[in-house]
């Protein structure tokens, strides 16, 4: 992407630390979007550098390319998991005009240092749930490394076992921008106290499409309200000696359960940027929105989270 690009957006920030930082955040759609490009860290950097967005897993839609895909090639394992129902925090190292590296900076997909918001104090959890491993681990690694921000403090759709931890999703070895196969999460897992999501299921090749969507949950009738469902869906993470790929396996697959679903995750997320959820900033983040098939998912997210919606009548569904 160009440094001219009309997606490059200025922000300044702080971290928890005290750096002063101001660079350009991405909003390209698609893979680029959440790119940082530092330019100041406690004044300007010699060498202005980016660090990498916080990678998505391929929605539903992408299973039948994906398993194509998987098919061309080696597959060293294919692993089921339990879908994470939290917030998307990412650790990323962040450098001086020096080249050192001076803090372990945690961010959102939407933002470059997490925040506490009138929705929920985010960086406050988060700080609760760090721990000298992660920064540990990022540090050695010169890694960015992703969670998802769990736990009966950070109430989502689920319910949680925890009052709050940071599960490791995937990490984002060096510079790059490609995800570390499962094997390698396993060793930095065992390594640094991180956790990770056990196993539902575990192949060393790649079954059928059925046999893959068998260990998708169901949605019972009508929907469970937020925070009492048993689980939200799968991760489905297929690791081949030429790429890593994580596919999103929502609860109901195509039924009102992962509609549903989809637009809470969307709702949080503008939430979690301590802005107002409407049916205008949740739209983008929705595959396919379809105002009256999601009214009723929406007055329960509604009626379960009021502090979210300090304006009435900002959705007409």
Known sequence: ??????????????????????????????????????????????????????????????????????????????????????????????????????????????????????????????????????????????????????????????????????TLVTGLPGSGRARAHHGQLRVWASQYGLDLAAAIAEYKELPDTEAMLAHVPSVAEPLPPPGAWPATGVHLAISSRGRAELIDLPAGMGAEGRAAIGLWDAMARVADRGLVPTWESVTPYLEAPDPGALGPAWEAWEAAYPEAFPIAGQMAV
């Open 1 to 166: 992407m160009s440094r001219r690009s009309p997606f490059w957006q200025p922000f300044t920030a702080r971290t928890p630390l005290g750096y002063q930082l101001a660079g350009f955040f991405s909003q390209e759609p698609g893979p680029a979007y959440g790119t940082i490009r530092f330019t100041h860290v406690d004044g300007p950097l010699k060498r202005p550098y980016t660090s990498p967005p916080i990678p998505a897993p391929l929605p539903p839609t992408r299973l039948i390319e994906a398993l194509r895909t998987a098919r061309a090639e080696t597959i060293v394992e294919v692993r089921v998991t339990p879908r994470p129902d939290g917030a998307t925090i990412a650790f990323y190292p962040l450098y001086d005009a020096d080249g050192a590296l001076v803090e372990v900076v945690p961010r959102t997909v939407d933002t470059v240092v997490v925040a506490d918001t009138p929705w929920r104090p985010l960086a406050t959890l988060v700080q609760s749930a760090r721990h000298a491993g992660m920064e540990e681990a990022v540090r050695r690694l010169r890694a960015v490394l992703v969670f998802a921000l769990e736990g009966s403090l950070n109430p989502r759709i689920a319910q949680q076992p925890v009052p709050i931890r940071l």
